[in-house]
């Protein structure tokens, strides 16, 4: 114990303190900690012990889960999409609304019988909900089966938190790294009580992003690429600005090389991915545009299509607008969130813009891109939202006709300044409010999407179909989804298909090249 106990503050003390390279390292003495053990696994069960990953929330959580799924196969851990077969489970969460909370317990619920059959297995949390004292606080009392707990902001720090969490499984009394930055929450951070094996390591924030950590990608031809992290808006009802810290944007240099690196390696499709979007940049020691970004973006060969998620309405410029009306690559779709059409609800949630600001942008759209796809986000039952603000919206709705709108019911978020708005809306008034707008939108979706029928579009081909394998499965510009018969070679490729049959919110097509 106590040779291993020098082990382990020799093996901390000698570790870098640049980034990535301390991760790098740490990889490494967990590989050499684990390997006659991977090893004795395999013999018994003909595999090396599974990890899984099981992601909720937006686009941003799908990319991070690729690095963590990348750390974990990088450790020798082999991939199992069922979390009740796997020695390593990650649940990367999501706090936006609180539904999306209680799908985590019930999953970490039914997992503690699956624990009590395996020892060795290993559950841990991280992501937005992490950022949240309370929610740490009710695992440490109530799900003991939880071994492992980060934040967003340390996630790079990923194999460090193994590597301590196993030694102090085998009875280390480990110390967990700051790494210079405000602890919000410690297995060992003074004072609080240590909560016997587990692992728990969550920051205030960070002014750091750290680079090319190992990386597993989903796709071979499409990929998002994170442009920025954090979001300064504080829209009074979101609790994002408070989980992912404020705005920091990557620089030009490392995102182009990125997505050179991707082209080189058969990508197709680029995601830029950020909160806020167009308003990369503005910290940059050389400030850039979110347009001029693109233009740079475009300019990469082999890059064939190119998207971005998401904007603000009251960012959105003339120059963003013009430089996706020249571009041959950026895709003709606009994921621009409404929230609400009503200017005095606008004003509350902090949007900054207001309906009439909203249906002009809108209209800008589409006049330099007549066959634009926009699609929204809605709020219904924000605090104070009167019939006449909810009729405001159904105007907008009818009027901008989204191609597809992703309708929420208003989730009261503690901490933020809506949570504390008097005339929190009664249930059954929202759920009627709910229906209409979804009965509406629906309606709209539908005819926007018969106005394309008959027309021949290129589709980038994704996968077999999974419901029947004599079809393929392929996305437009406009993001719909086409299925037609063709032979599976044709994965990964933009292909022309005719758009024989809308479907409401896909089409049936057959291969037109
Ligand atoms: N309640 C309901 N929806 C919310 N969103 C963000 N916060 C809340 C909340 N408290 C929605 C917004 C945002 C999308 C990602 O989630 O519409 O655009
Ligand atoms: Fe939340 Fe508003 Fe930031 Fe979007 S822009 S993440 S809704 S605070």
Redesign the pocket.
């Known amino acids: 114990m106590n040779e291993n106990n020098t082990g382990y503050k020799n093996i901390k003390e000698m570790a870098p303190s640049a980034e990535p390279e301390r991760q790098y390292y740490f990889i490494k003495e967990t590989k050499k900690l684990l390997k006659n053990r991977f090893e004795e696994y395999k013999t018994s069960f003909g595999t090396f012990p599974k990890y899984c990953v099981v992601t909720f929330g937006c686009q941003m959580n799908a990319r991070d889960s690729e690095k963590l799924s990348g750390i974990l196969k990088e450790l020798g851990f082999s991939e199992t999409e069922d979390e009740t077969e796997a020695d390593f489970v990650l649940f990367n969460t999501c706090t936006?609304r609180e539904n999306a909370n209680d799908r985590l317990y019930g999953r970490i619920g039914r997992l503690k019988h699956v624990k009590a059959m395996n020892p060795h297995m290993i559950i841990g949390i991280c992501g937005c909900m992490m950022q949240e004292p309370d929610e740490i606080e009710k695992i440490k009392k109530k799900y003991p089966q939880i071994d492992l707990i980060f934040g967003t902001h340390n996630l790079y720090t990923f194999p460090e938190l193994i590597y301590d969490l196993i030694m102090k499984r085998e009875g280390e009394s480990v110390e967990i790294a700051d790494l210079g930055n405000d602890v919000l929450f410690s297995s060992d951070y003074k004072g609080r009580h240590n909560s016997g094996k587990r692992v728990i390591s969550v920051w205030k924030d960070t002014k750091d992003i750290v680079e090319a950590l190992p990386n597993d990608r989903k796709y071979p031809f499409k990929q998002g690429v994170n442009i920025m992290f954090g979001?300064?808006?504080?829209?009074s009802?979101?609790?994002?600005?408070y989980v992912?810290g404020r705005e920091r944007s990557r620089k030009p240099e490392d995102i182009l090389n990125e997505v050179k690196a991707l082209a080189e390696d058969g990508v197709k499709e680029i995601m830029l991915l950020g909160?806020?979007v167009n308003s990369y940049g503005k910290n940059l020691p050389e400030p850039m545009s979110f347009a001029e970004l693109l233009s740079e973006v475009e300019r990469i060969e082999g890059i064939e299509r190119i998207r971005f998620m998401?904007s603000?309405p009251k960012d959105l410029s003339d120059e963003l607008i013009a430089v996706m009306a020249a571009s041959h690559k950026i895709c003709r779709q606009f994921h621009l969130?409404l929230?609400s059409g009503s200017s005095s609800v606008l004003k509350r949630m902090n949007?900054v813009y207001d309906k009439e600001r909203f249906l002009e942008r809108a209209e800008a759209l589409k006049k330099a891109m007549p066959d634009i796809a926009i699609s929204t986000d809605i709020i219904v039952g924000f605090p104070g939202e009167t019939e006449e603000d909810f009729l405001e919206t159904l105007d907008v709705v009818e009027k901008v006709r989204f191609d597809s709108a992703f309708t929420f019911i208003y989730s009261k978020r503690e901490g933020t300044p809506a949570a504390k708005y008097e005339d929190q809306i009664p249930e059954a008034v929202i759920k009627d409010r709910f229906d209409r707008l979804l009965a509406l939108q629906n309606r709209i979706s539908e005819e926007e999407c018969k106005k394309r029928e008959g027309k021949t579009l290129p589709v980038l081909v994704e996968e077999l179909n999974p419901h029947d394998s004599k079809l393929l499965t392929g996305r437009l510009e406009s993001n719909g989804v086409v299925h037609f018969e063709g032979p599976k070679e044709l994965i990964g490729k933009i292909v022309n298909v005719r758009l024989d049959e809308a479907k409401g919110f896909y089409y049936m097509g057959s291969l037109n090249d």
Do not use: A, E, G, L
């Open positions: 936006v979001c300064n808006n504080f829209c009802y979101c609790i994002v600005p992912r909160q806020n998401t603000h969130p929230q949007r």
